[in-house]
């Protein structure tokens, strides 16, 4: 079993609809998670960043963290043409001292104007 | 907000070659990756470093070295480029368990 699990899409909906991305994971170490977005031929930019379980918001975007089903989302309210992007979910735990983080592969969205 | 260049956006190398990725940040960070990404493959770790001096293998370092002689900068070298070495590379940096700040990337060629 991988550590991250993230369906790749390809994920395609009309503007203005609530987007739900995902991820599983195995290792119950993992303690901080985050979502970044990639534009094509960019580099990935973080968008959220959590710990441990519970829920944060920022404007149209959402994180969720269940650690009992190691389950993490990430939700898009509104979705606009220029949330198409890829996106990766990313986490880490809290021992060691070198951060290294695991990604899932990411997720490809479409938004359609 | 935090820095990090990686010197060239695209690269076109011949096979054999000896090849210098650079890498710089600007806000001291201790923790510094080299990634490559190919499609279906995701990101996969090929080194990092800590501290200067110090590095560490990722999941793929074969066939890659690296350096890291000043905090700020940290190279990866292709010790002699293959095929299957093209790839899009990408540097990152981190302070904390706060997420990385990635470079835009070099998307190398080997010819």
């Known amino acids: 079993q991988k550590e991250v699990e993230q369906d790749p899409g390809p994920l395609s909906v009309p503007e203005g609809a609530i987007v739900s991305l995902n991820c599983t994971y195995s290792n119950s170490a993992f303690q901080y998670f985050m979502w970044y977005r990639q534009y094509s031929r960019k580099g990935p930019e973080l968008l959220m960043y959590?710990?441990?379980?519970g829920n944060k918001e920022d404007g149209r975007f959402t994180a969720q963290v269940d650690k009992s089903s190691k389950y993490i989302s990430l939700f898009i309210r509104d979705s606009q043409p220029s949330d198409s992007a890829t996106y990766l979910c990313a986490m880490t735990g809290s021992g060691g001292s070198n951060y290294k983080l695991t990604f899932g592969k990411g997720t490809l969205l479409t938004v359609n104007p | 907000d935090v820095k990090v260049t990686q010197s060239s956006r695209y690269l076109v190398k011949r096979t054999g070659e000896k090849v210098f990725l650079e890498c710089v940040q600007d806000?001291?960070?201790?923790?510094m990756f080299w990634y490559r990404q190919d499609p279906g493959l995701g990101l996969r770790l090929i080194y990092f470093?800590?501290?200067?001096?110090?590095?560490e293998k990722g999941d793929i370092p074969e066939g890659y070295s690296v350096s890291r002689e000043k905090k700020e900068r940290f190279s990866l070298i292709l010790e002699s480029a293959s095929t299957n070495q093209t790839s899009m590379y990408l540097c990152?940096?981190?302070?904390?368990?706060?997420?990385?700040?990635f470079g835009s990337g070099t998307r190398l060629t080997v010819v």
């Open positions: 470093s800590y501290d200067v001096k110090m590095k």
């Open positions: 806000m001291d960070h201790e923790n």
């Open positions: 959590t710990y441990s379980s």
């Open positions: 990152a940096s981190s302070l904390d368990r706060g997420g990385y700040t």
